[in-house]
């Protein structure tokens, strides 16, 4: 069973802090990895995709990946209120005839004003 | 931007009811999906399906069946409902063919309870 964790949280900040999400992953050919982000009551929202080691940046967002330690990490800089969320860390699985996606748990943020 | 729409916000079953949850996209995707998710469970593919007319098992396939008659809708069908299919449940679209990294586009969900 291919499995994707995160730690459930929920995960406290203060604004302007660095809020740090982490995901590790069972499926070592993994190649695609997703980060979703769901407000309560909301459906899930793509904010950032990574594929390759090292990190990827986008705004006050960046994703970390290390294949060799099965590990992605989301860093949020300058975190806001408005970050506060439910995190999916989401993993493609090629197990089909075509991909489809394996979400963790969730890490529940709240960013305190 | 894509919308992918789902026909009830809220349902409310009887036990032993066939229930019809039904998904319509507007971007001509090919890969649709039907996920449920539950407190402390996460996000658990139910069924997908690449094309129309076909579908594969997701990681929790029992108790449920799906159509795709037409590329823009992909229908759960709970056969005889149960109360432990009260859930929220949530339908996805996405470009398929070589574009599997694409990024899904949810519908709003449907929560079902089940009396």
């Known amino acids: 069973q291919k499995e994707v964790e995160q730690n459930s949280g929920p995960l406290s900040v203060p604004e302007g802090a660095i809020a740090s999400l982490n995901c590790t992953y069972s499926?070592?050919?993994?190649?695609?990895f997703f980060w979703y982000r769901q407000y309560s009551g909301k459906s899930p929202e793509l904010i950032m995709s990574i594929y390759s080691n090292g990190d990827k940046e986008d705004g006050r967002f960046t994703a970390q990946l290390n294949k060799a330690s099965q590990y992605v990490s989301l860093l949020i800089r300058d975190s806001q209120p408005s970050d506060s969320a439910t995190y999916l860390c989401a993993v493609m699985n090629y197990g089909g005839s075509q991909g489809n996606l394996i979400f963790g748990k969730g890490t529940k943020l709240s960013v305190k004003p | 931007d894509v919308k992918v729409t789902q026909s009830s916000r809220y349902l409310v079953k009887r036990t032993g009811e066939k229930v019809f949850l039904e998904c319509v996209q507007d971007m001509d995707h090919e890969n649709m999906f039907w996920y449920r998710q539950d407190p402390g469970l996460g996000l658990r593919l139910i069924y997908f399906s690449y094309d129309v007319k076909m579908k594969e098992k997701g990681d929790i396939p029992e108790g449920y069946s799906v159509s795709r008659e037409k590329k823009e809708r992909f229908s759960l069908i709970l056969e005889s409902a149960s109360t432990n299919q009260t859930s929220m449940y949530l339908c996805?679209?996405?470009?398929?063919?070589?574009?599997?990294?694409?990024?899904?586009?949810f519908g709003s969900g449907t929560q079902l309870s089940v009396l």
């Open positions: 996805a679209s996405r470009k398929g063919g070589a574009a599997t990294n694409e990024k899904l586009f």
């Open positions: 499926d070592r050919v993994s190649q695609s």
